[in-house]
């Protein structure tokens, strides 16, 4: 009869959960205190309450309470089996059946959680997604049961143990993002002609759509401090990585080889920057999805193209406009300003390509590679600037004029997206606009002096000093029917070229007066032309004001000069003499003996000692550099023997 009782316990420990045992005291410890205590165990009989077996709570995907009614059985089984059994061999069979199913089950539950799992990334409700929480946290029960075996012999511990659920989970993982990667099919709308191309924008698709439902269904469903957004997106980064560079491998053509590199550089650091997806990944912890050595060839191969695409457009621009000029067309009229439709295509097609090739490659000084086309582009222009100045062709000042447009429209450009340009290239530019910009003053300005050159000649004669006025106003009216032609140039190129022609203007006047056709005896008419000088200066101020010019310190020249008439003492002459080579740099001994000698009155002593007094220390030298640096020189173009 004991050993009955001892089997029915046992067997009872082993199948009913240890919760619904009471431990009653026995009548022979109740009736004989003081002897040893024995307990007879009692199976409680819980009322109207049914506990869900282990195959319920699998198939109601209660992965947590299954995994926990596992974890119990197989406490209790090898509690049992460290304890010994004796000699008792239907319960050691009993034992090994309990065993082999208790494998079993774990088994079946195993596989149940692995294909929840499995179906992360296509979570549609909520109640899916608990059903995904179960299996996560049923998986990190496994893991703390894993480590509660931890320092047993082999043979004191379930075979089954450890079961590295966490580590199947993680290649389960793996394996799902790579089979989705390959089974990634593009919409059926969209045409692509090229294979490669195709599998590429695929896979980038699939990889931008299941992170976002990775960061909002699936990143819940997992405790924080498993970062499980992280996790995937270094398995997606790699099984991209691994793809991309696969392709790499092979020889691209043109448009696969920029449709990767902007992938690359532009499309997938925008995906991993996108909103919801860089607040729940750290794209500075995945390695680069091209490695130097991959993606460096793809970069030349890039550049090369660009080149050439800027090179074939620059120069086909260039073609248009010579072979519009060598056949006698005129530049067209928009609101009675010539179009410069030079400039808004070679700026245009630059920048398009420069601008493109900064996104395409990520990178804005690699791309400034580009900007070396500008530089050769500009070389032949200037060829073709240089023939047409040249040139009698009845075309040739209206196109020149368009070219002047041009011209400063490039440099402003230049000037102001300093930033894409080497130093090198940037300078080589600029200074090759200047030269043709320079080049395009100097004709017209040039022309202009040649219509007035007969009545510049009055300039600085008796006449002159008779009716300073009379002779001015006619300079005037010459040159205001000359320059009408300049009223169909753009606000800011007409500026520039009136600007130019008035410092031409007065510098051409001021070296007539130097010529000393007069000799001014006395005081009386040193005043007398100091104050026609003063109004002629005026005068030719508002015109050329009104015209466009914006060269306002030049209408001191005149004045400062007239100054120097009206002072009868030398001393004074001195001082004042000093204050005008602060003024004017650039303002020469000759110049100064030539001014002078217009004075009758001064003795060649006094012009020696006055001429002896002006002397350069270096600092005026240098204050002289700098003056003419920005561009307010004025004597160094008048050219006197």
Same mark, same amino acid.
């Given at each position: 009869m004991?050993?009955?009782?001892?089997?029915v316990?046992?067997?009872l420990?082993l199948?009913?959960?240890?919760?619904d045992?009471?431990?009653?005291p026995?009548e022979?410890m109740?009736?004989?205190p003081?002897?040893?205590?024995?307990?007879?165990?009692?199976?409680?009989?819980?009322?109207?309450?049914?506990?869900?077996?282990?195959?319920?709570?699998?198939?109601?995907?209660?992965?947590?309470?299954?995994?926990e009614?596992?974890?119990?059985? $197989?406490h %209790? !089984?090898?509690?049992?089996?460290? *304890?010994?059994?004796?000699s008792k &061999?239907?319960?050691? /069979?009993?034992?090994? =059946?309990? $065993?082999? %199913? !208790?494998?079993?089950?774990?088994? *079946?539950?195993?596989?149940s959680? &692995?294909?929840t799992? /499995?179906?992360?990334? =296509?979570?549609?409700?909520p109640g899916?997604?608990?059903?995904l929480?179960?299996a996560?946290?049923?998986?990190?029960?496994e /893991?703390?049961?894993?480590?509660?075996?931890?320092?047993?012999?082999?043979?004191?511990?379930?075979?089954?143990r450890p079961r590295?659920?966490?580590?199947s989970?993680?290649?389960?993982?793996?394996?799902?993002?790579?089979?989705?990667m390959?089974?990634?099919?593009?919409?059926?709308?969209?045409?692509i002609?090229s294979s490669?191309?195709?599998?590429?924008?695929?896979?980038?698709?699939r990889?931008?759509?299941?992170l976002?439902?990775?960061?909002?269904?699936v990143?819940?469903c997992?405790?924080?401090?498993?970062?499980?957004?992280?996790?995937y997106?270094?398995?997606?980064?790699?099984?991209?990585?691994?793809?991309l560079?696969?392709?790499?491998?092979?020889?691209?053509?043109?448009?696969?080889?920029?449709l990767?590199?902007?992938?690359?550089?532009?499309?997938?650091p925008?995906?991993?920057?996108?909103?919801?997806?860089k607040?729940v990944?750290?794209?500075?912890?995945?390695?680069?999805?091209l490695p130097?050595?991959?993606?460096?060839?793809?970069e030349q191969?890039?550049?090369t193209?660009?080149e050439?695409e800027?090179?074939?457009?620059?120069?086909k621009?260039?073609?248009?406009?010579?072979?519009?000029?060598?056949?006698?067309?005129?530049p067209?009229?928009r609101?009675?300003?010539?179009c410069?439709?030079?400039?808004?295509?070679?700026?245009?097609c630059?920048?398009?390509h420069?601008?493109?090739?900064?996104?395409v490659?990520?990178?804005?000084?690699?791309?400034?590679?580009?900007?070396?086309?500008?530089r050769?582009?500009?070389?032949?222009y200037?060829?073709?600037?240089?023939?047409a100045m040249?040139s009698?062709?009845?075309?040739?000042?209206?196109?020149?004029?368009?070219?002047?447009?041009c011209?400063?429209?490039?440099?402003d450009?230049?000037?102001?997206?300093?930033?894409?340009?080497?130093?090198?290239?940037?300078?080589d530019?600029l200074?090759?606009?200047?030269?043709?910009?320079?080049?395009?003053?100097?004709?017209f300005?040039?022309?202009?002096l040649?219509?007035?050159?007969?009545?510049y000649?009055k300039?600085?004669?008796?006449?002159?000093l008779n009716d300073?006025?009379?002779?001015?106003?006619?300079?005037?009216a010459?040159?205001d029917?000359?320059?009408q032609k300049f009223?169909?140039?753009?606000?800011?190129?007409?500026?520039?070229?009136?600007?130019?022609?008035?410092?031409?203007?007065?510098a051409?006047?001021?070296?007539?007066?130097?010529?000393?056709?007069?000799?001014?005896?006395d005081?009386?008419?040193?005043q007398?032309?100091?104050?026609?000088?003063?109004i002629?200066?005026?005068?030719?101020?508002?015109?050329?004001?009104?015209?466009?010019?914006?060269?306002d310190?030049?209408?001191?020249i005149?004045?400062?000069?007239?100054g120097l008439?009206?002072?009868?003492?030398?001393?004074?002459i001195k001082?004042e003499?000093?204050?005008?080579?602060?003024?004017y740099?650039?303002?020469?001994?000759?110049?100064i003996?030539?001014?002078l000698?217009?004075?009758?009155n001064?003795s060649?002593?006094?012009?020696?000692?006055i001429?002896?007094?002006?002397?350069?220390?270096?600092?005026?030298?240098?204050?002289?550099?700098d003056?003419?640096q920005?561009?307010?020189?004025?004597?160094s173009?008048?050219r006197?023997?």
């Amino acid at each position: 009869m004991k050993e009955d009782r001892i089997e029915v316990h046992l067997f009872l420990f082993l199948h009913v959960p240890i919760s619904d045992f009471v431990f009653l005291p026995s009548e022979e410890m109740t009736k004989k205190p003081g002897k040893r205590n024995i307990f007879n165990w009692h199976h409680k009989k819980k009322k109207n309450t049914a506990v869900p077996t282990f195959e319920q709570n699998l198939q109601a995907c209660r992965f947590v309470d299954a995994g926990e009614q596992l974890i119990t059985r $197989e406490h %209790r !089984l090898f509690e049992l089996k460290k *304890d010994g059994i004796g000699s008792k &061999m239907k319960l050691v /069979e009993e034992e090994e =059946d309990s $065993e082999a %199913r !208790l494998a079993k089950d774990y088994e *079946d539950w195993l596989e149940s959680v &692995m294909q929840t799992l /499995e179906k992360s990334l =296509d979570l549609q409700s909520p109640g899916e997604q608990e059903v995904l929480k179960e299996a996560v946290q049923a998986i990190l029960k496994e /893991e703390e049961q894993d480590m509660s075996w931890e320092g047993f012999q082999e043979k004191e511990r379930p075979p089954w143990r450890p079961r590295r659920c966490k580590q199947s989970h993680e290649a389960l993982l793996e394996r799902l993002v790579q089979r989705r990667m390959e089974e990634a099919q593009l919409d059926s709308r969209t045409e692509i002609h090229s294979s490669l191309q195709q599998s590429i924008i695929c896979k980038m698709k699939r990889l931008k759509e299941d992170l976002l439902k990775i960061a909002t269904w699936v990143s819940g469903c997992y405790p924080e401090q498993m970062n499980v957004c992280q996790f995937y997106a270094t398995l997606y980064h790699k099984t991209f990585s691994a793809s991309l560079r696969e392709v790499t491998e092979y020889t691209l053509c043109d448009e696969d080889c920029i449709l990767l590199l902007q992938l690359v550089n532009q499309d997938y650091p925008n995906t991993l920057n996108g909103r919801i997806i860089k607040e729940v990944i750290d794209h500075s912890k995945l390695d680069p999805l091209l490695p130097e050595d991959k993606i460096a060839p793809l970069e030349q191969q890039f550049l090369t193209i660009e080149e050439r695409e800027v090179s074939k457009c620059l120069h086909k621009i260039l073609e248009r406009e010579e072979s519009a000029w060598k056949e006698g067309e005129l530049p067209q009229l928009r609101d009675q300003v010539f179009c410069c439709d030079q400039a808004i295509d070679v700026i245009q097609c630059f920048h398009k390509h420069v601008e493109c090739a900064q996104k395409v490659l990520g990178d804005e000084t690699k791309a400034q590679r580009i900007t070396c086309q500008m530089r050769h582009f500009l070389t032949d222009y200037k060829a073709f600037h240089a023939k047409a100045m040249k040139s009698k062709q009845t075309n040739t000042e209206a196109v020149l004029m368009v070219n002047l447009s041009c011209l400063i429209q490039c440099r402003d450009y230049i000037t102001n997206k300093a930033h894409l340009f080497p130093e090198d290239v940037k300078t080589d530019c600029l200074s090759l606009l200047a030269t043709m910009i320079k080049g395009s003053h100097q004709h017209f300005t040039s022309n202009m002096l040649k219509n007035l050159k007969d009545l510049y000649r009055k300039v600085g004669s008796s006449e002159w000093l008779n009716d300073s006025e009379g002779v001015c106003e006619k300079l005037l009216a010459e040159l205001d029917r000359h320059i009408q032609k300049f009223n169909n140039l753009d606000k800011i190129c007409c500026q520039e070229l009136l600007g130019g022609m008035h410092k031409a203007f007065l510098a051409e006047f001021v070296r007539k007066m130097m010529k000393q056709k007069i000799k001014l005896s006395d005081k009386t008419q040193q005043q007398m032309a100091a104050s026609s000088l003063c109004i002629n200066s005026e005068r030719i101020h508002t015109y050329f004001t009104a015209a466009g010019s914006n060269m306002d310190w030049l209408k001191d020249i005149l004045p400062n000069l007239a100054g120097l008439l009206k002072i009868q003492d030398p001393d004074t002459i001195k001082l004042e003499l000093a204050s005008l080579v602060t003024l004017y740099p650039d303002l020469s001994e000759c110049h100064i003996s030539a001014w002078l000698r217009l004075k009758g009155n001064l003795s060649p002593s006094d012009l020696r000692e006055i001429r002896e007094s002006i002397t350069f220390s270096k600092d005026q030298l240098r204050e002289m550099q700098d003056s003419l640096q920005f561009g307010k020189s004025f004597f160094s173009i008048v050219r006197i023997k």
